[in-house]
């Protein structure tokens, strides 16, 4: 059964909550200032990247959740409503009861604990509310940055698991990381 796309998390200084159409402008200006920092890692990131662009990705991402097979937030400032990054599980395999976590913050908030503190409250939505038992960050092994968010989140390192991901393309060897319930604190 899908969740309601109006599940909002407040932790403080963060809010996560499923992207609605209404975040376009802010997702564009936040990408467009994020080139140079995240374009290497994610190639949707890129010189180009329009107001379109940014409409077609909240459209599928409220079909995500519509589907109860993406979720994906994008992480606010509760006080400003200042769109900071975003976070979401997708690759849902209910057999196994396991997701992929992926996450970005936009440059101009990095180095300011918002990944991690957006990767745990991610990963206890999952194994609360979709009954996950393994959430999977896997990254390139030279993003230093997202290998570091991963381990402060709780994540341990699994491998380096060959032809992992495409990158540009390409298939590249990546990092692999994997939490499970009992590696994140109580809430």
């Known amino acids: 059964m899908p969740l309601p796309c109006d599940t909002e998390i407040v932790d403080g200084s963060l809010l996560l909550r499923p992207w609605r159409s209404d975040d376009a402008g802010a997702l564009e200006a936040a990408v467009v200032e994020s080139i140079d920092s995240l374009g290497r890692w994610l190639p949707w990131c890129r010189a180009g990247?329009?107001?379109?662009?940014?409409?077609?990705?909240?459209?599928?991402?409220?079909?995500?959740?519509?589907?109860?097979?993406?979720?994906?937030?994008?992480?606010?400032?509760?006080?400003?409503?200042?769109?900071?990054?975003?976070?979401?599980?997708?690759?849902?395999?209910?057999?196994?009861?396991?997701?992929?976590?992926?996450?970005?913050?936009?440059?101009?908030?990095?180095?300011?604990?918002?990944?991690?503190?957006?990767?745990?409250?991610?990963?206890?939505?999952?194994?609360?509310?979709?009954?996950?038992?393994?959430?999977?960050?896997?990254?390139?092994?030279?993003?230093?940055a997202s290998r570091r968010t991963a381990e402060r989140a709780g994540a341990r390192f699994e491998a380096i698991a060959r032809h992992r991901i495409l990158d540009h393309g390409q298939p590249k060897d990546a990092a692999v990381y994997a939490l499970v319930p009992g590696d994140l604190e109580p809430a």
């Open 49 to 144: 990247y329009d107001l379109a662009a940014a409409r077609d990705w909240v459209r599928r991402c409220e079909q995500g959740w519509a589907d109860g097979e993406h979720f994906a937030f994008g992480i606010f400032d509760p006080t400003r409503q200042r769109l900071l990054g975003s976070v979401g599980l997708n690759q849902r395999n209910p057999l196994h009861r396991s997701a992929n976590l992926g996450y970005w913050v936009r440059q101009s908030e990095q180095r300011r604990g918002v990944a991690t503190k957006a990767v745990r409250l991610a990963a206890r939505f999952g194994f609360r509310h979709l009954g996950l038992q393994r959430i999977e960050v896997v990254a390139l092994p030279d993003n230093q």
